[in-house]
């Protein structure tokens, strides 16, 4: 089973950035769409952006156009989420997922890293 580990998060000022990683253990993503999704503390998930793994095809909620930036590197088996004018908004936790959509569980979720903006 693919196991997905995210890293990368931190406590960040407005206006900052960060670069996530997503790392696919075992064997390769397993799915040509990986998405990143979002929690905010007392809301629902979010989810903000996917990339087609196999054309490079790439979508965008529109809270994160024109800011955030997903790619992968196929070769690393490793997805990538670049955030940059990060703002106060942008606070939760971020999964990876296998798809677009799916349901939170093992195997298609990682375990998420933490994002803080906050002065």
């Known amino acids: 089973q693919v196991q997905l580990v995210e890293s990368g998060g931190d406590m960040v000022q407005p206006g900052g950035s960060l670069r996530l990683s997503c790392a696919a253990s075992?064997?390769?993503?397993?799915?040509?769409?990986m998405s990143w999704v979002r929690q905010a503390p007392g809301k629902g998930s979010e989810w903000i952006s996917y990339?087609?793994?196999?054309?490079?095809?790439?979508y965008y909620a529109d809270s994160v156009k024109g800011r955030f930036t997903i790619s992968s590197d196929n070769a690393k088996n490793t997805l990538y989420l670049q955030m940059n004018d990060l703002k106060s908004e942008d606070t939760g936790r971020y999964y990876c997922?296998?798809?677009?959509?799916?349901?939170?569980?093992?195997?298609?979720w990682g375990e998420g890293t933490q994002v803080t903006v906050s002065s």
């Open positions: 997922a296998r798809g677009w959509g799916v349901p939170q569980r093992q195997g298609f």
């Open positions: 075992g064997r390769p993503f397993n799915s040509n769409i």
């Open positions: 990339i087609n793994i196999d054309n490079g095809r790439t």
